[in-house]
């Protein structure tokens, strides 16, 4: 088990910064690629920026890519996004994710543990 918690979420007018952060328990963090996701109301869970075991290679989609930047500091068990130039449309539960075969981390269903969720609301 790997235990997350994240924190940072919050409502911001649109064009603002947030930067979530996220915590884990346990002794083995770097042997976990980790991921953030978001999932706004009617919608699919999506990944917005992961990471790999070693913080070495990030990847992101079109909708964030230049906005978000996903950071992991293996020393202190966690992984932060900075989410700059937010618009309406980034509104969404955000969850932080571990996967456990760091070559493998692109596809939700590669994750296999997850945070509650803190929520984001970008205001036009």
């Known amino acids: 088990q790997v235990p997350l918690v994240e924190s940072g979420g919050g409502l911001v007018p649109a064009g603002g910064s947030l930067r979530l952060s996220c915590a884990a328990s346990?002794?083995?963090?770097?042997?976990?690629?980790m991921g953030w996701f978001r999932q706004a109301l009617g919608k699919e869970r999506e990944l917005v920026a992961a990471?790999?075991?070693?913080?070495?290679?990030?990847f992101y989609p079109d909708p964030v890519k230049g906005r978000y930047t996903i950071s992991r500091d293996n020393t202190k068990n966690s992984v932060s996004l900075q989410m700059n130039s937010l618009k309406p449309e980034d509104t969404a539960v955000y969850y932080c994710?571990?996967?456990?075969?760091?070559?493998?981390?692109?596809?939700?269903?590669?994750?296999?543990?997850w945070g509650q969720g803190t929520q984001v609301t970008v205001s036009s």
């Open positions: 990471i790999n075991c070693a913080g070495t290679t990030k």
């Open positions: 994710a571990a996967a456990r075969n760091c070559l493998r981390w692109s596809m939700k269903n590669e994750y296999n543990y």
């Open positions: 346990g002794r083995t963090f770097d042997h976990y690629a």
